[in-house]
Nanobody, 118 residues
Framework: EVRLVESGGDLVQPGGSLRLSCAVS??????LSWVRQAPGKGLEWVSF????????DYAESMKGRVTGSKANDKTVFHLQMNRLTPDDTAVYYC?????????????WGQGTPVTVSS
């Protein structure tokens, strides 16, 4: 059974930090993406982490502020987020990345909410 479970979302003040986690089971070797959805808005891609931990990419608005990583046992992915602003308020999802003549996200977690406010 494929499962992705996000955690770590919280209320944080502007300039603060959070570390989101995505616990995965039922698969191995897939890449992972983080995607967020702000209130009343559409989905926005945040980051991509290669399945072997050898590649990573981030949205321009996040570069320098976020770092994706994977635990040694490969069951948990992390997204360290620093210098948060109110614009980062959103529900953050992790999603498995598949490939079939192109990349797509076939399984998604339930999301974890992040609120940046004073």
């Amino acid at each position: 059974e494929v499962r992705l479970v996000e955690s770590g979302g919280d209320l944080v003040q502007p300039g603060g930090s959070l570390r989101l986690s995505c616990a995965v089971s039922g698969f191995d070797g897939h890449s992972l993406s983080w995607v967020r959805q702000a209130p009343g808005k559409g989905l926005e891609w945040v980051s991509f982490i290669g399945g072997h931990g050898d590649t990573a990419d981030y949205a321009e608005s996040m570069k320098g502020r976020v770092t994706g990583s994977k635990a040694n046992d490969k069951t948990v992915f992390h997204l360290q987020m620093n210098r948060l602003t109110p614009d980062d308020t959103a529900v953050y999802y992790c999603a498995r990345v598949g490939y079939h003549h192109g990349y797509y996200m076939d399984y998604w977690g339930q999301g974890t909410p992040v609120t940046v406010s004073s």
